[in-house]
């Protein structure tokens, strides 16, 4: 091997001194002096840095706020799958039992009976699993928060604002009414 020496010339050279900063070119380079480290911490670089940054975080929001839409909008589109998907088994029930009536399958009266017994109940759970609940007044007081009153009838057996019939079943989902029972209202008796 042959050892030759290299000249470097370290005056054309970057050279670090702890105490001083950089030498270049035999001239010392400091943070105040460096026009690369001015342009780099310019308020025009920073501005534009910033800028960039904005721009960047505006376009993360808007494909953000596109795909919760898309979300929202395809949860709003398919709400119902799940109900449907436990209604379709009564459907076909009934569906079978009107076919069996429509060719004669079915002519003793008490099998129909049992049969639409039948539907109704699994019909029934169905409601009853997503939440769904009779209110049921009769014989309580009147609550306008359930009931929708279609007359008052004077009587004397009962005390005053009493449901004394239900015309029309009422239900609530969970804890929201959603259909107002129907009834009639007793009063304070006619005095002559």
Wanted: overall charge negative.
């Amino acid at each position: 091997m042959s050892s030759k020496k290299h000249n470097i010339n370290i005056k054309d050279a970057k050279q670090k001194n702890p105490d001083e900063g950089i030498i270049e070119n035999g001239k010392e380079i400091t943070p105040e002096n460096d026009e690369s480290v001015k342009e780099i911490n310019s308020p025009e670089t920073e501005a534009a840095k910033l800028k960039e940054m904005l721009l960047r975080k505006a376009a993360e929001f808007e494909n953000y706020k596109k795909r919760t839409e898309n979300e929202i909008s395809n949860y709003i589109k398919y709400a119902s799958e799940n109900i449907i998907k436990e209604l379709i088994p009564v459907f076909d029930d009934l569906g079978r039992s009107v076919e069996s009536v429509d060719k004669g399958e079915t002519k003793d009266f008490e099998t129909l009976k049992k049969g639409l017994h039948h539907i109704y109940d699994k019909f029934k759970k169905v409601l009853e699993k997503e939440g769904l609940k009779e209110i049921n007044s009769g014989g309580k007081e009147f609550d306008v928060e359930v009931n929708s009153a279609l007359m008052q009838i004077p009587r004397d057996d009962v005390k005053p604002n009493t449901v004394i019939e239900v015309v029309e079943k009422g239900y609530k989902l969970k804890d929201k009414v959603i259909k107002h029972e129907k009834v009639l209202v007793s009063s304070e008796p006619e005095k002559n």
